[in-house]
Nanobody, 120 residues
Framework: QVQLVESGGGLVQAGGSLRLSCAAS????????MGWYRQAPGKQREVVAT??????SYLDSVKGRFTISKDNAKNTVYLQMNSLKPEDTAVYYC???????????????WGQGTQVTVSS
């Protein structure tokens, strides 16, 4: 089985910073992609940032403020969030596309979500 465990959410004032972490564990042959999504109340889940190899992509509204990075040895992805705004308030979910064995298909896995609240 594969598990994604997130940490680092919380309450912060506007302009502040938070760092999210997500560690993948279990039966892992390779990790194809890791990323972060978020879902605010009453809104659809949206992709915030993804990283494939050394290539990162970002939601336009977070470019220049958020940075995604990963530690391949630890199967961990990070999201450094700076200059936070109230509109960044949401539950943030870690996502990873993982191949469990050399012959298996790559499948998506999700973390349990971590709340980020930015006060004005």
């Amino acid at each position: 089985q594969v598990q994604l465990v997130e940490s680092g959410g919380g309450l912060v004032q506007a302009g502040g910073s938070l760092r999210l972490s997500c560690a993948a564990s279990g039966s892992i042959f390779s990790i194809i992609l890791m990323g972060w999504y978020r879902q605010a109340p009453g809104k659809q889940r949206e992709v915030v940032a993804t990283i494939i190899g050394d290539t990162a992509s970002y939601l336009d509204s977070v470019k220049g403020r958020f940075t995604i990075s990963k530690d391949n040895a630890k199967n961990t992805v990070y999201l450094q969030m700076n200059s936070l705004k109230p509109e960044d308030t949401a539950v943030y979910y870690c996502n990873a596309v993982i191949r469990k064995t050399v012959v298996s298909n790559s499948l998506p896995y999700w973390g349990q979500g971590t709340q980020v609240t930015v006060s004005s």
